[in-house]
Nanobody
Framework: QVQLVESGGGLVQAGGSLRLSCAAS????????MGWFRQAPGKEREFVAA????????VYAESVKGRFTISRDSAKNTGYLQMNSLKPEDTAVYYC?????????????????WGQGTQVTVSS
C-alpha cells in the first residue's frame, strides 16, 4: 500500500504560480512512478503530468506543457508539480497518483494509489 497526501493548493490570480506537493508513505517511494491528474467541476478527471520512478522521464498534457513542471525528491518521499502562468481553465481539484513501475504512465486506470486531492482556483 502507498498513502499519498497532496498539499499546496489555493487561490491564485491568473498568471500566478503554485507548487503542489505529494507526500508518500508505505512502499518504497523510489520504486513508484507518479502522476498528477485534475478534475474540474462537471468534467472527467484528466491527465496532467507524469514522472518515472527514477525521475529521468516525464510526460505532460499539451494543455500544460511549458507551464507546469513535475519533479520528485526520493530522499523526502515527495513529488511536486510546479505550476506557472496559471490560467482560469487550470481551476480544478488536483490529485497525485502512484504505482510500482519504472516507466511513465499517463492513464487513470494504470494507477492504484491516489491522494485525496487539493483544490486549485485561478481567478481572472
Amino acid at each position: 500500500q502507498v498513502q499519498l497526501v497532496e498539499s499546496g493548493g489555493g487561490l491564485v490570480q491568473a498568471g500566478g504560480s503554485l507548487r503542489l506537493s505529494c507526500a508518500a508513505s508505505g512502499r518504497t517511494f523510489s520504486s513508484q512512478a507518479m502522476g498528477w491528474f485534475r478534475q474540474a467541476p462537471g468534467k472527467e478527471r484528466e491527465f496532467v503530468a507524469a514522472i518515472s520512478a527514477s525521475g529521468g522521464s516525464t510526460v505532460y498534457a499539451e494543455s500544460v506543457k511549458g507551464r507546469f513542471t513535475i519533479s520528485r525528491d526520493s530522499a523526502k518521499n515527495t513529488g511536486y508539480l510546479q505550476m506557472n502562468s496559471l490560467k482560469p481553465e487550470d481551476t480544478a481539484v488536483y490529485y497525485c497518483a502512484a504505482r510500482t513501475s519504472i516507466v511513465v504512465h499517463t492513464t487513470l486506470q494504470e494507477y492504484p494509489y491516489w491522494g485525496q486531492g487539493t483544490q486549485v482556483t485561478v481567478s481572472s
